[in-house]
């Protein structure tokens, strides 16, 4: 019975593995070949195609990880986990904060508020991203020097106090996931906000297209939905790996259990993978190019 659940895990990782690297690929493939044909490319665009990186980078790592402990423990040198450790905290950043920023970008192109204050900020949609972004910095930093102390107190043996050595690595430990839950709280947060946000200004759109006598189904209104339907994806997969990611870093006996390991590191790959296609699908752009490719592909 475990071996079969097992079997059904490790297919689904590697289905899920290859089908995000194919979906943040064609992501960043089109976007740049869009670039070199129009020698511009819109602040929309710019996260994306960095998004779509940074994604890759993140299954990479994460299908590292678990090819290291499960398939193959003799690639977890003490210098090599400590590499793929951080490179995971880095690409996990940029992955989660790149969303968030595309989700105040959508909030700030597509919303219509008479606030004063929002229509500065609408006025000013890419300096408000780049803050968020060069704000998110603070965690990052911090992330890295803790996850590398980490990495370096459980690979390397003390010699001296036990009890000290004990306490040591219990903070270290506690401050890595604190700064991890505290940098994916605001940016949950955040995103939550700019769903929010949508909503009453799609909800304000509605009530003023019937008060006009007019029509739902506008542009204007399928924007709204659109928009709505990518950050609502993206806050549902933050949340699942957000846990996944709490799992795997505070609970020790995860690791030794096959079948809890296996299947965070499915819900961790399906993060960066089925959010992806979810962006394809929301983008006119890449949905066009993506349906253009299916028929190109039918057809051969």
């Not at 779509?52 to 499960?70: E, M, N, Q, V």
């Not at 204007?220 to 990518?230: G, N, W």
Request: charged content about 10%.
């Amino acid at each position: 019975m475990i071996s079969s659940i097992l079997s059904i895990l490790f297919i689904l990782i590697i289905g899920e593995f290859v089908l995000g690297n194919f979906f943040n690929g064609f992501i960043a493939l089109v976007n740049c070949i869009d670039w070199v044909k129009t020698q511009k490319i819109s602040c929309t665009d710019q996260i994306l195609t960095a998004l779509a990186a940074s994604r890759i980078g993140l299954l990479w790592t994460t299908g590292l990880h678990w090819y290291g402990t499960l398939i193959n423990p003799a690639l977890h040198s003490p210098e090599v986990r400590t590499i793929a450790y951080i490179a995971w905290a880095v690409s996990s950043h940029f992955s989660v904060w790149l969303a968030t920023s595309l989700c105040i970008l959508y909030l700030l192109k597509i919303a219509n508020f008479s606030s004063p204050f929002f229509l500065r900020l609408k006025w000013k949609a890419k300096r408000v991203v780049l803050i968020i972004l060069l704000g998110s910095f603070v965690f990052l930093v911090c992330h890295v020097a803790v996850v590398s102390i980490d990495e370096k107190v459980y690979m390397n043996e003390y010699k001296g106090n036990f009890t000290w050595e004990a306490n040591f690595m219990d903070m270290v430990h506690l401050s890595n996931i604190t700064i991890f839950i505290l940098a994916n709280f605001i940016s949950f947060t955040m995103s939550m906000t700019a769903f929010l946000l949508l909503i009453f200004s799609l909800w304000k759109h509605l009530r003023k297209m019937q008060l006009s006598g007019k029509g739902s189904q506008d542009p204007s209104t399928k924007v709204h939905i659109r928009a709505l339907q990518t950050v609502i994806s993206f806050l549902f997969l933050s949340v699942i790996y957000f846990v996944t990611q709490i799992t795997l870093t505070w609970n020790s006996n995860t690791l030794k259990n096959r079948s809890v390991f296996m299947l965070c590191q499915v819900l961790a790959v399906l993060y960066a993978s089925s959010h992806s296609f979810i962006l394809i699908w929301g983008n006119k752009k890449l949905r066009q190019a993506f349906l253009s490719f299916l028929w190109q592909l039918r057809c051969w």
